[in-house]
């Protein structure tokens, strides 16, 4: 019998809806408004890069332009509504998600003392108990704060000294929890001080089997269709193995349904997709052009988002050798269900200007005046989010090809 065939268009109608980029950016961005649209995304990541806004802002702007960071960090550190923790990368996730956290614990906790000693060539293990002693004494504490007496290098990014990285062994194994952040630095608490005790109590934590079984159904509920593999990878928790069992388990009961999903050159792909996934009952696409984060979780899977938008996200191009075709970090623009360009932006603060250095309209988007009306109107939005009183463009700043 042939699969049920879900078309380009109908994909990325889907594929948008479920990450709440389908319908127009508006609606309220704080409290429990803004924890739905979290709970919607399953966890929003976290990173440093603050050239514009932090990758975080970025995302929950993007689909709500009334959202400010202070929301975000009203809901982690005033009402306990989210936690961080590590879904492929640096995350903030729903509280009520933390119970099925108990499985990424235990795996992290396996995995990463073997992988931190060979990264850290030290004994941070040693550490653990000197740590936990100084944060029940003190209260919370950032790495800044702990292994004063400790070899401090500037060897780069993973070159920490052992209480740094007993800190964060400790907070990947659930022994401590993130409480807040300072210039972007975690500060660590004992996890028995931040978390209700219903959500970590062992004797109420969902057993391996249902977490495996939450984690897939919530990451196709999240997705619309999927493959195993990238059922998998939405949470980085369920392994290849567990997720392509949880598949054909599923299949065979009848709760999910194999069909092909058409790529934009025409190819195909199976995925799994819930009975009569229907693509009318997700909204058209607004027109409304808007910029997102290069982290956006509809674009973290680089080569999905050329199958899917045949928008080819990558730093470098290799013709012949390795060269920058575009910034470092270029924002894409989205435009009812295509990617349409990418713009090479930063945030001037002293002066308090917007400075766009480039735009590049994909290769078959016609570039008309209509389209610079949107794009300006969205850029004082994006203008008036960081804090910004203007905008200024580089010379020959729009990149449209002859």
Known sequence: MALKRLENRAARRVFLDRHALAEAPQGPATGPDLLDLIERLGFVQLDSINTLARAHDMILFSRRPSYRPRALERLHQADRAVFEHWTHDAAVIPMRFYPHWQLRFRRDADQL??????????DFHTRFDDVLAHIRDHGPVSSSDVGTDERRSSGGWWDWHPSKTALEYLWRAGALTVVGRENFQKRYDLTERVIEASLCDPARCPDPAETIDWKCNAALDRLGFATSGEIAAFWATVTPAEAKAWCAAERAAGRIEEIEVESVDGSLRRSFARPGLDPAQSPEPTGRIRVLS????????????????????????????????????VLPLMERDRLIGRIDMKAEREAGVLAVRAMWPEADIRW???????????????????????????????????
Do not use: C
């Open 368 to 402: 008309s005046q209509a389209r610079t009306r949107r794009l300006m109107a969205e850029l004082e939005r994006v203008a008036r989010f960081a804090g910004l009183d203007d905008i200024r463009f580089d010379k020959d700043w729009l990149r449209v090809s002859a």
């Open 294 to 329: 290069p982290f956006d979780p509809a674009l973290r899977d680089r080569r999905r988002a050329e199958r899917l938008f045949g928008f080819h996200y990558r730093i470098e191009v290799f013709t012949p050798a390795p060269q920058r075709k575009y910034g470092y970090y």
């Open 113 to 122: 003392k073997t992988r931190y000693a060979d990264w850290h060539k030290n």
